[in-house]
């Protein structure tokens, strides 16, 4: 688990371009996109419609955000808390969770510090699992043997109901760290599931100021 932490943690710039689809009771909706983040605390997303239409732009930070809706001209400000993500991506999730996500990164901090309940080796994978004794979940990792891609990624709550599944495909290697090309997150408690697939990954570049321009007629909302 260090070897896969360790690999997160050299990710420190990430940005990509592909295509998006979002399903929550809130929205369901498909775009393409453009990502750029900065570890440990900083993102921006631009959506993009057919032929290239913008759509939405937003920067978010651990501090706080904002968002533009381009068709309709309005600027979302406010401070960032799970509530406000929830509200602007119409997915219940955190900064870190919305920052993993788009990086195809699952994060183990947790997980350092303990060996694993059960180890095993199916074909050309190794499968791990933990038990929370607190909140009685158990997360489980489909890992590959050969260059520790993290294939899948469940929380199952007890006795057999699957609260949380990522998958994760299409790797290539960048610095010796294995990234996806595809990842789904599919949150079945909350009945909402994320779609990524990128056309292009660059990572640990200079991206510059992760910031954009605001038209002065924009209608500012404070949140």
């Given at each position: 688990?260090?070897?896969?932490e ?44 057919p032929?290239g239409i913008d ?33 602007i991506?119409?997915v219940d ?9 788009f990086?195809g ?6 997980k ?6 059960e ?10 699992s ?6 009685g ?7 590959l043997?050969?260059?520790l ?15 949380l ?5 299409d790797f ?23 779609d ?11 991206i510059?100021?992760?910031?954009f321009?605001i038209?002065?007629d924009?209608e500012?909302?404070?949140?």
């Amino acid at each position: 688990m260090k070897k896969l932490e360790a690999n997160r943690r050299k990710i420190k710039t990430f940005s990509g371009s592909g295509t998006i689809n979002l399903s929550s009771p809130q929205l369901t909706a498909k775009a393409s996109f453009q990502v750029s983040l900065k570890k440990p605390d900083s993102l921006k997303i631009s959506f993009y419609g057919p032929f290239g239409i913008d759509l939405a732009q937003s920067v978010a930070t651990r501090r706080d955000f904002i968002f533009y809706d381009v068709i309709n001209n309005r600027v979302f400000k406010g401070i960032t808390k799970d509530l406000s993500l929830k509200n602007i991506f119409k997915v219940d999730l955190t900064f870190d969770e919305l920052m993993d996500a788009f990086a195809g990164a699952v994060d183990l901090t947790d997980k350092l510090r303990r060996e694993p309940d059960e180890l095993l080796i199916r074909n050309d994978s190794y499968l791990l699992s933990y038990s929370e004794q607190i909140t009685g979940r158990k997360s489980l990792y489909e890992i590959l043997i050969d260059d520790l891609a993290i294939t899948k990624f469940s929380i199952i709550e007890q006795p057999r109901n699957l609260v949380l599944e990522g998958s994760y495909k299409d790797f290539e290697m960048f610095d010796d760290v294995p990234l996806p090309y595809k990842i789904n997150i599919n949150y079945k408690l909350m009945n909402q599931n994320i779609d990524i697939d990128y056309r292009s990954i660059r990572v640990n570049r200079d991206i510059g100021s992760l910031s954009f321009k605001i038209p002065e007629d924009a209608e500012i909302i404070e949140w």
